[in-house]
Nanobody, 117 residues
Framework: QVQLVESGGGLVQPGGSLRLSCAAS????????MGWYRQAPGKQRDLVAG???????NYSDSVKGRFTISRDSDKNTVHLQMNSLKPEDTAVYYC???????????WGKGTLVTVSS
């Protein structure tokens, strides 16, 4: 089993910044990918950014150039630096760990990000 614990959410004004972190523990493999998804009220959960074990990253078009995903050298902690935040970034952000060998996904409980003046 894998446990994911997110931190760093909160209330921020438009144009501000927040940094989310996710610490993974348990049965983690070196080739696992990690990422961030978000879900706004009444909408589906969508990928925000992902990073592979080799450091390859991908972003949704809506956050490119504003958000940066990174992974610590131990590969068990992933961060999401969010700059130039907009009200439409308001959502619950979920940390995800994907095991490509078994096709299994693990999820954190989510952290709320609210962008409002």
């Amino acid at each position: 089993q894998v446990q994911l614990v997110e931190s760093g959410g909160g209330l921020v004004q438009p144009g501000g910044s927040l940094r989310l972190s996710c610490a993974a523990s348990g049965s983690i493999f070196c080739f696992d990918a990690m990422g961030w998804y978000r879900q706004a009220p009444g909408k589906q959960r969508d990928l925000v950014a992902g990073i592979t074990s080799r450091g390859y990253t991908n972003y949704s078009d809506s956050v490119k150039g504003r958000f940066t995903i990174s992974r610590d050298s131990d590969k068990n902690t992933v961060h999401l630096q969010m700059n130039s935040l907009k009200p439409e970034d308001t959502a619950v952000y979920y940390c995800n760990l994907h095991n490509p060998l078994y096709g299994v996904d693990f999820w954190g409980k989510g952290t709320l990000v609210t962008v409002s003046s």
